[in-house]
């Protein structure tokens, strides 16, 4: 189980008065009041730390992050070989960081209005938000994990200009949380959409990994049948 031993605190309390002002208000208030280094937590700034700190440590753990690159890896096994674009990576792209490490891809980009820009060796990091006009040629993958809204710029996007996908969705879309049934009926609204890539041989896939977070899928878009 991932636990910080004595020298990884010490590696996380220097991590931290080093970079505590580059971090919005939200995640200060967090350190501020509510942080305890005997806590494993499963917020999505927190995976993004223990994976950008403690990488060897967390890819050899049973988390969101090495759940999601296992099926990334069973549905593109020629991960290596593409080009890859990770969108909605957070403050630091500790998920592309760790798929860096694991499958050493030729070539990974991360992009997020969000992002601190700490140095990630190995990830070319985009701060911008993911949009209709975003150029996507260079990449033949594009990749999230909890993108929240952008899941649907990305389907989007992809209907114009298609490609490879593979999202682990979530429930947040903008300020709200999807309810059961309006996240159901948003999913399938987005299904529905990429299969209509079919005719041009592409496969919609809907995989469920152990961790299944808040029930939502990993949604896969390839051009080949075996997904
Ligand atoms: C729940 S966080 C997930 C962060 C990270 N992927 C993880 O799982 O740890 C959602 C992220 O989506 C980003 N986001 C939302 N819409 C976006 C867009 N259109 N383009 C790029 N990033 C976007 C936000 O800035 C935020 O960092």
Partial sequence: MFK????????????????????PQGVKDFFDNHFSLDEVYQFDFMAEIYAYLFPQKYMTDFNFY?????????????????????IASGLIPGLAYLIEKIIKPNN?????????NLPVRGVKQIKNKFTMETDISPYDLLIAHCPCEAFEVIVNRVLE??????????????DEYLSDFRFRRYIIKQIIKLEKLQKYGYYVDTTYTPLMINEAPVITLKREKNV
Avoid at 4 to 23: A, P, Q, T, V
Avoid at 67 to 81: A, H, S
Avoid at 164 to 173: A, F, G, L, V
């Fill in 4 to 23: 910080l031993n004595s020298n990884d605190r010490e590696k996380f309390i220097k991590f931290l008065m080093d970079n505590y002002d580059k971090f």
């Fill in 66 to 86: 090495t759940c999601y690159i296992t099926c990334l890896f069973n549905k593109f096994p020629d991960l290596k070989e593409r080009k890859v674009l990770e």
């Fill in 108 to 116: 990974i980009s991360c992009m997020d209005p969000r992002l601190l």
């Fill in 161 to 174: 200009e298609p490609k490879d996908i593979c999202i682990q969705t979530c429930r947040c879309y903008g």
